[in-house]
């Protein structure tokens, strides 16, 4: 699967990671005060993750809902990075199986 196209938005808390969704949202997430990571789960199911130690964070976030709920689908995960507030941050991103 191709990578999404990540991008900088500036919101009213500060400058965060989207990319295009497909739904009408605009999913954004951004790393804490001290560099850990921050997620946003968008209502079609799709998850990222932008910050350090986004890839093991979005594992074990994943790990914990396949555990804890009935139904929960597979997805394709990958990483990216991007300049954000001129510092490289990780990207991690798992998309539902169609
Ligand atoms: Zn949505
Ligand atoms: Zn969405």
Request: overall charge negative; charged content about 30%; aromatic content about 8%.
């Amino acid at each position: 699967m191709a990578t999404p196209d990540f991008r900088v938005i500036t919101t009213d808390d500060g400058d965060g990671v989207t990319y295009t969704c497909g739904c009408e949202c605009v999913p954004t997430a951004r790393p804490a005060a001290d560099g850990s990571p921050g997620h946003e789960h968008c209502c079609c199911g799709k998850v990222h993750f932008v910050g350090a130690g986004a890839r093991s964070a979005l594992e074990s976030y994943l790990a914990e809902r396949k555990q804890t709920r009935k139904r929960e689908p597979d997805y394709d995960l990958g990483t990216a990075s991007i300049e954000l507030a001129g510092k490289t941050r990780e990207v991690a991103w798992a998309f539902p199986r169609e």
